[in-house]
């Protein structure tokens, strides 16, 4: 795993603990996290920095809800933090890069 990879997906960890924290009044139940998540990973971690890049938030959050939709569907076998950093980074990946 590349070194952007393991952070990334360390920030989605992070960003999954600190809702459950926020939400554990309903043992993190939220029907609208991914715009808790996005917000959180925008303003309040590294992301942007490395991305290179602030992702805006709308289109961060819609790629989230894109992103557990297919997870779930696929069942990929790996943690939900690194699939997801890894459809992340790829998303947000300079043009002809």
Known sequence: MTETLEQVSGLLHE??????RVYRIVDGADDDWASW???????????????????VRSELVYL????DKQYTAEAPGEPWQTWYARQILRHFQPSGS
Do not use: F
């Not at 998540?37 to 992702?55: M, T």
């Not at 989230?64 to 992103?67: A, H, I």
């Open 64 to 67: 989230l809800v894109s992103l």
């Open 15 to 20: 960003a999954g603990e600190t809702h459950h």
């Open 37 to 55: 998540y996005a917000q959180w990973l925008i303003d309040l971690s590294e992301l942007p920095d490395l991305l290179g890049a602030r992702p």
